[in-house]
């Protein structure tokens, strides 16, 4: 949810008698208030009194830190509160099932020092509040300093009003401005010695036209798109000023919408987007339209429940005598019973064409009683979202009367977080079924997306800083951060060096030679990758190019901990990286609590000759080793997989010309999709399925199934069931479960389609005569051919690498293999014959780029032969 450049602070309690009045607020869409343990009962009445009319911006650091009434705010219709560090780390714990981007950070009152801001914004990537601001000169530096994009969005309020010069410094460098209502005004030319609003907020918007206008969406109130217009700072001030739409035209000035038509424009708020570089204006529309067409919109007349209530607003006014709609008006008993009659009729409908028939004859109905109601569309909306921002649910039981006279006896049970893994411990696990003759193309896309990833502005927020530290501050920076995420605290030093002592690689029998065997497979693939000579060809008579492999000299490989030990990915890694010669290898690898790293690990390390493995993981990891510390070696590429925040992390290192380090590729989620056919043992899918479920609740998995019956499709079903029920990572595998789908198909070639649409990891086909369809793959990481290859080989023993594209990424990328650690280098050898073949050429085509002293080049040596001869 953006905010504004500028807040009013609102006192709910004694409303001021100057200043901004409730509804010139309001057109600036949010408002700041400030709830104590005083005001507290008032504000919770203030809040729903005026939803509708706002975003409410609540300062409650000052509350008890319990969280309860923090809670109670949120549920209100709060839409982000103010909290203590105190009350953000107890908020966090999933039984307050709050969404922690509701939440902004404050610092605390009289510490505006450097470290202060730099510690509030490692603790949170959600915002930060500086209050009771006395030096917005040292402000404003630290947010120059610190930078104005990707990072968690800063609001600062003021020790006493600042001036306007303040305010628009403050502007510049992205900082959200909470000012008293009180010091502000709409009409700078009455109201002498107040700040204007229209100022301050213009000061905030960014332009890159020449005329230096502003973009501006007009929209009616359900977010219909009106018109597109251009703003200055001065129609924004006399908009604010009437409470009317006013726009810059570019031939005649100032327009003021309406004046000579009367389509006048009441204005409900002004919004900035994202970029702080287009405006958007709410508006309800009076006359005919926005266009000067007379026709409600420039694009042509509505569609949609926007058109219907304006259809049954007309009718209600003025419907024909004897007319349906008029007769719904004037009889309530008719109107009631055609909602019930279209309520069931909607409930009772199977196919996808009869549910929307139905709903939409429940709208009609429902919007009838609404208008009849004077309730507007708007009206239904903001009470959607004042229901969006609940936090305490009912429990959401039917009426006993619609329940056949039994009262429902299911048990209360709490809302859980978003993408909790344990939203039901008992229930049955089972993956959602679609049949892709009975979907769009267009429901198909959305039906395969993969689990949503916290925005990249929240990934951002938190991986950037810690970039910047570990850049900064080196060993001492990564031992922080991992004592602090990886909950060690009493680790001394983050580099563990060769030769690596005996006794950190103690391993039972059975696990040594499990790694020696799988070792020697994927060391035999990956060495018949080798390019057996340089590529050598002649273009032309005395023309000779050649093309290369070198290893790259240093490389960093990843090796995650998180939910499960990965000793595979460090064979993965590390053996391909001692075939190609690469001279400095270094793992590495969330340490354990006490410190210590997996012994598989380091035997594996030893195994390929790491030079180091580094005790850190997540984006301090990344850092270390993109840029190097006072102990761990810079490397010149880095690999392995992650959760959003090493990825995140890779990206932003391998953008940065100062870290000159690439990667391996973007890598998400782990994933898995099987083709099955009626030849498929449904045992053999449900275990295929589980074995990428388990790998975190982020994760997903897809079935596609070729023309399989009711009871073929049960059968995966309930094998599914009951082999996650005896996993003991159950709860993990719920959660992926969760999101993931079963898609059914009535041919092989239609599987492929959708398999090469979605373009998985992980490819199983299970399906008659599956060698021969491997032709049909076009996407995916890794393909695993039969029903006696199951992808645990694949990730473990059988030779072929398992960091591979995920979240659609093997549309463009493969996985890793010899060709990811080495570079090709090209060369070119001419003669005396070869120059003077190729020279015109080349002398012609410099000629036409006007890069003479490539010309000369050639022609000096040219001539030097002419000469000789």
Known sequence: MATAPLIPAYDFVVPPATGLSLQSISHLSWIFIAVTPENYAQALEFIPQTFGLFNFLVEASSLPSDGAQIKELLNAGASKVITSLEQLKLLRDPKFQINEDRLILAIARGKNTREDFENAIRDTSLGVFVPDVADVAFVHGWLEQYGTENRPSVFISFESTPTIEEAFELMKVNASLIIDSKDLTVDSAKEKGFLSVGEIYASGLKSDRSDGLFTTLVVDEQGVALGLVYSSKESIKESLKTGSGVYQSRKRGLWYKGATSGATQELVRIDIDCDGDCLRFTVRQKGKGFCHLETRTCFGESTGLGALQATLTSRFASAPEGSYTARLFKDPALLKAKIMEEAEELCEAK?????????????????????????????????????????????????????NGTKAQTAAAPIPPPDSAQKDTNGRIEMKRYFASEISSGELDGILKRPSQKSSDTIMGIVNPIIKAVKEDGDKALLGYTQKFDRCPDLKSTVLRAPYAESLMTLTPEVKAAIDLSYENILKFHAAQKEAKPLEVETMPGVRCSRFARPIERVGLYIPGGTAVLPSTALMLGVPALVAGCKTIVFASPPRPDGSITPEIVYIAHKVGAEAIVLAGGAQAVAALAYGTESVPKVDKILGPGNQFVTAAKMVVSNDTGATVSIDMPAGPSEVLVIADKTANPAFVASDLLSQAEHGVDSQVVLIAVDLSADQLQAIDDELHAQAMALPRVDIVRGAIDHSVTVVVDSVEKAFEVSNLYAPEHLILQIADAKACVEKVQNAGSVFIGQWTPESVGDYSAGVNHSLPTYGYAKQYSGVNLATYVKHITSSELSAEGLRNLGSAVMDLAAVEGLDAHRMAVKIRLDHMTKAA
């Not at 009683?369 to 507007?376: D, F, I, L, N, P």
């Not at 009206?379 to 006993?400: C, I, M, P, T, Y």
């Open 351 to 403: 196919t996808k064409d009869d549910v929307a028939w139905e709903a939409a004859d429940l709208l009609y109905f429902a919007f009838t009683k609404c208008v009849s109601a004077g309730v507007t569309l708007a009206d239904v909306e903001r009470n959607l979202d004042a229901k969006s921002l609940k936090v305490v649910r009912r429990k959401g039981d039917a009426k006993e009367k619609w329940t």
